[in-house]
């Protein structure tokens, strides 16, 4: 960009231009220091009034003035955390803008209007805004003006801080002939420098640098789908979580008393990227991993690629919808019942059928009662008539007497007990009733191997979640006795910290969500992470979270782990078709050096003519390295390599190895002992990034993975520096680089 000479190079200027952006910053930290104070004091009144009133547990109804009190404390305390959150550099840009093009020029750099942008709104106590919010309207132009389009903007600056310190400006002048003489110009360009930076193990918003194409997607309207597409490191992710953000600043009322879930692919990338929404002010929203998204399982563990194939395709769904309606595995065959002094019996083929009807309109275990009534109906069908008399002559008293028996009881409560996913799941283990669930879906192999690949461990794993899933929804869930009207411990909530704080509606809410659940969690926007990860089965599961939601979905086909992505993208398309769709494409890679990625670029082309390969922007000068090793020395070059690049690069250093290796090259990088080396299997490292990556045999990574080169891809492209391939041949490397 064009840049007026540059009275920057004064350091004089500098020094002096540093100083007065300073005391703005001042000026808006000791406000929200007064903010926060008024905030605690008003938490603290709360909690001192709910317990000066000793109301230990109450009816919500019976206590005036509650509600009002509970929303008080509750605000108080979302205040905090939310101030809390802010030490990232409360505010990171200023706007100097004139009146536009047809007015006259602004004699000096007074007469520009200015306009500070930071993580949240603050005003002066004359309710002047000292800095505005980057999620309000007239933020915009500080992500969209450019050059051709300045938008009023003259210029556009990023303050680099340090909590609460400015160390650094750097200016974008976007209309040098409509800038005044004193305007004072300087740095490099805040873009570069943020991409330059060393990476953490945890991801950094991007509030001070978004792009204006990424803007675009941010500030989309939270109608249908948005899809979000683009290559790898294109920014994907940070602007689906900016987006979460922007969404609740929209429409606070909506969002944040429906919810925003974000879902992602595994427990390693949610962590990395808890940080973002927090640092933008934003608490409320869930992060759930796939393997998470069904309450009470925390799935962590990956399927040999041939399981999860299968685990994950839309075939499975008539084979769980079958096990849900079979017999129950060592239930009893046979009804006998002694009555009216003769014995009544209903056989295997009898009971079947009054199983089969219980089960025509209800989930199984809400259908306790219809196949009580059709068992009574069999045994009344089978009691001889001559016998009917007296009191077994009525048929409902023949019932009463009948399921009053300990027989009956005894019998009923094997034949027919409450299912859980977990157990109907497990029955997939034993191949003889997997055939018979199975016969039409799957073929004699795919039987085996599903079968053995369930008996083979006791842990659930993530391809598994969506079949419990699956599995809950066809069985129902049981039926909560009745409780007392809900009461509710008032002190409870309170004691443990800001997040904990529940209003009197939302506990309430719950309590009745509680009992009356039949579905999963609903939420109002569910925003999808690596998308095309999902397998069909997963989409389903996903899609039921939102039956009611818009939608936002990210992901890039060329990096799927998925076998067939046509495949998933056709669930996910059947699944989101009443919803209109709007598409945004990013262009630009922000994470690799462009020497990795062109490098990345080649490998995938090989495979994929067609994908679709973003620009990367930043040059480094380093290409990637190539090692070759004897099989058995793979291990120690790994960690060779890994110890190199920490002398090489200032943060993270991840060593990306295929699982069948991790055995023994885990322990030669933990002897290293070294904090910044993570060590992880392909399928970990999606959505992850480090300074340097080592790449341990690739070639076993395109034939241990699903996903196959599509997988290696993803891995080629994590790193922003540096990246070493250690294999033992060279026939994976695509032909030039050879
Ligand atoms: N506008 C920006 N300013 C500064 N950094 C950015 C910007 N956009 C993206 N980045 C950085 O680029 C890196 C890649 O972003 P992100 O992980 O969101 O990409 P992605 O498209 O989801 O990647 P992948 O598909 O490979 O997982 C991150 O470090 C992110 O912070």
Request: proline content about 6%; glycine content about 8%; charged content about 30%.
């Given at each position: ?11 004089n ?20 220091d ?53 030490h ?7 706007l100097?803008?004139?009146r ?37 309207p ?11 389009d ?19 400006i750097e ?21 570069m ?10 991801m ?5 640098t978004i ?5 675009k ?6 109608r ?9 490191g294109?920014?994907k ?5 900016h ?8 429409d606070?009322?909506r969002?944040?008393?429906g ?12 962590a990395y990227?808890?940080?973002?929404l ?6 409320t ?14 799935a ?6 041939a ?15 079958r ?24 056989d ?12 025509r ?8 009662g ?7 109906a069999a045994?009344w ?5 001559d ?20 027989a ?16 109907v799941?497990r ?6 009733r997997?055939?018979?669930?199975a016969r ?15 008996r ?5 794993t ?5 079949l419990?899933?699956?599995l809950g ?10 409780t ?22 939302e506990?309430?809410?719950r ?6 659940a039949?579905?999963p ?12 990860d ?18 936002t ?15 998933a993208?056709?669930?996910m ?7 209109q ?5 990013l262009s630009t ?7 990795i ?11 994929l ?7 990367a ?42 699982p ?24 970990e ?19 241990d ?6 997988a290696?891809?993803v ?6 520096q ?17």
């Amino acid at each position: 960009m064009d840049q007026t000479p540059l009275p920057a190079d004064d350091e004089n200027v500098e020094r002096a231009e540093l100083a007065a952006e300073q005391q703005h910053v001042d000026l808006v930290y000791d406000r929200v220091d007064v903010a926060t104070r008024s905030a605690s004091q008003i938490a603290v009144d709360g909690h001192q009034r709910a317990q000066a009133q000793n109301v230990g547990r109450v009816r919500e109804e019976e206590q005036t003035g509650l509600y009002e009190r509970d929303v008080l404390v509750f605000a108080a305390a979302r205040r905090i955390a939310e101030l809390d959150a802010e030490h990232e550099g409360l505010v990171f840009g200023r706007l100097d803008s004139d009146r536009g093009d047809d007015q006259p020029l602004a004699a000096s750099a007074a007469e520009l209007e200015k306009l500070y942008i930071g993580r949240i709104g603050v005003r002066d106590a004359e309710y002047e805004p000292l800095v505005i919010d980057w999620r309000a309207p007239a933020a915009e132009p500080f992500y969209r003006a450019t050059a051709t389009d300045r938008q009023k903007v003259v210029r556009r600056r990023v303050l680099r801080n340090k909590g609460p310190r400015i160390v650094g400006i750097e200016d974008d002048l976007l209309g040098p002939e409509r800038a005044p003489e004193d305007l004072p110009v300087m740095g490099e360009g805040a873009l570069m420098a943020s991409l330059s930076r060393a990476r953490g193990h945890t991801m950094r918003d991007i509030v001070a640098t978004i792009q204006a194409e990424q803007d675009k997607a941010i500030r989309a309207p939270a109608r249908g789908v948005t899809v979000i597409g683009g290559g790898p490191g294109t920014g994907k992710t940070v602007v689906a979580l900016h987006r979460a953000a922007y969404l609740l600043y929209s429409d606070r009322r909506r969002f944040e008393r429906g919810g925003v879930l974000v879902v992602g692919p595994s427990a390693a990338f949610m962590a990395y990227i808890e940080r973002v929404l927090p640092s933008l002010g934003e608490n409320t929203v869930a992060l759930r991993a796939v393997g998470e998204l069904v309450d009470g399982v925390k799935a962590t563990a990956v399927d040999e690629a041939a399981v999860a194939a299968i685990k994950g395709s839309l075939r499975m769904r008539g084979v769980l919808s079958r096990a849900a309606r079979d017999r129950v595995p060592n239930a009893p065959t046979t009804l006998r019942i002694f009555i009216g002094g003769t014995n009544v019996e209903l056989d295997a083929n009898q009971l079947d059928n009054v199983r089969r009807n219980a089960l025509r309109r209800t989930p199984r275990n809400r259908a306790a009662g219809e196949a009580r009534k059709g068992l009574v109906a069999a045994l009344w069908s089978r009691f001889p008539e001559d016998l009917r008399t007296g009191v077994h002559g009525d048929r409902e008293a023949f019932g009463d007497r009948v399921t009053d028996t300990p027989a009956f009881r005894t019998f009923f409560s094997q034949w027919w007990p409450v299912l859980t996913p977990e157990a109907v799941l497990r029955w997939l283990g034993d191949p003889r009733r997997l055939q018979r669930w199975a016969r039409n879906e799957l073929t004699p192999v795919e039987i085996e191997t599903l079968a053995a690949g369930i008996r083979g461990t006791d842990e659930f794993t993530i391809a598994d979640v969506a079949l419990l899933d699956e599995l809950g929804t066809s069985l129902g869930r049981a039926p909560i006795p009745e409780t007392r009207d809900e009461e509710f411990d008032w002190l409870e909530g309170l004691s443990d910290g800001v997040n904990e704080v529940l209003t009197t509606s939302e506990r309430r809410a719950r309590a009745v969500a509680a009992r009356e659940a039949e579905e999963p969690e609903d939420y109002a926007h569910v925003l999808v992470d690596e998308a095309q990860d999902l397998s069909p089965m997963q989409w389903r599961m996903v899609t039921r979270r939102g039956p009611q939601a818009s939608w936002t979905i990210v992901g890039d086909p060329a990096q799927s782990s998925w076998p067939d992505p046509d495949e998933a993208r056709a669930a996910m398309d059947s699944m989101l078709s009443h919803l209109q769709r709007h598409s945004f494409r990013l262009s630009t890679n922000y994470r690799n050096s462009a020497e990795i990625y062109a490098f990345a670029g080649e490998v995938i082309r090989q495979t994929l003519p067609d994908a679709d390969l973003p620009n990367a922007v930043r040059q480094t000068g380093v290409e990637p390295e190539h090692r070759v090793f004897d099989a058995n020395k793979v291990a120690e070059a790994a960690g060779d390599a890994a110890a190199e690049l920490l002398g090489l690069v200032e943060g993270t250093v991840g060593v990306i190895v295929p699982p069948k290796l991790r055995p023994i090259v885990d322990p030669v990088l933990a002897e290293i002992g070294n904090p910044r080396i993570a060590a992880l299997s392909p399928l970990e490292s999606k959505g992850l990034e480090y300074d340097a990556v080592v790449v341990v045999e690739p070639d076993r990574i395109v034939s241990d993975t699903l996903g196959g080169v599509r997988a290696l891809y993803v891995v080629l492209t994590r790193a922003t520096q540096r990246m070493i391939t250690v294999n033992s041949t060279t026939n994976w490397l695509p032909a030039r680089a050879s």
